[in-house]
């Protein structure tokens, strides 16, 4: 009587971690309010830009980067992460951002993110993610200079993707 009690132990033990690893799904799985984001990735009259491209400032709403094949990219910086293969890959440079301050970087499908200003990686200050939100998949923030900056993508699945880059509030 004790072994069937034990395999279904056993198994439930096992099968945690993986339900622990899912990532949360549905729109207000998010850790902070993504209302203003998630109506910058969806609006349409967003910019589109091509990978490659540099503004003059960082957009007041959203932009859709066509991105290429990571070894037709030309990546200013190696990412972080190295791509995988039959991935999507592309940047942007801006060059600055309004004024110093805490910026969201908001994505609308899963993808790797490089913030590079004055030739270093910014590290995210902050991360939101769930799957199941139209327009939406992760958000980030950003402590940014008054200086310009380049915004690399990689790892992702599409052929583009919709950024806002938006003032933290």
């Not at 190295?82 to 993808?111: D, M, N, Q, R, W």
């Not at 327009?135 to 950024?163: D, H, N, W």
Request: proline residues 9%; aromatic residues 8%; glycine residues 8%.
């Amino acid at each position: 009587m004790r072994t069937p009690f034990l395999i279904t132990a056993l198994l439930l033990v096992v099968a945690a971690p993986a339900r622990a690893a899912e990532e949360p799904s549905g729109c207000d799985k998010f850790k902070w309010p993504i209302e203003r984001e998630r109506a910058a990735l969806t609006a349409p009259d967003r910019a589109k830009l091509t990978s490659g491209n540099e503004l003059a400032a960082i957009p007041a709403g959203g932009i859709t980067l066509a991105l290429v094949p990571p070894g037709e990219a030309k990546l200013p910086t190696p990412p972080e992460r190295a791509p995988k293969e039959g991935t999507f890959a592309g940047f942007a440079s801006f060059k600055t951002a309004p004024k110093a301050g805490v910026y969201t970087i908001s994505l609308s499908a899963g993808a790797w993110v490089d913030v590079v200003q004055d030739g270093h990686f910014i590290k995210p200050a902050a991360f939101s993610g769930a799957t199941d939100c139209d327009g939406i998949r992760k958000t980030m923030k950003y402590e940014l200079k008054a200086s310009p900056f380049t915004l690399q993508i990689s790892g992702t699945k599409e052929a583009q993707i919709s950024i806002a880059i938006l003032p933290s509030e």
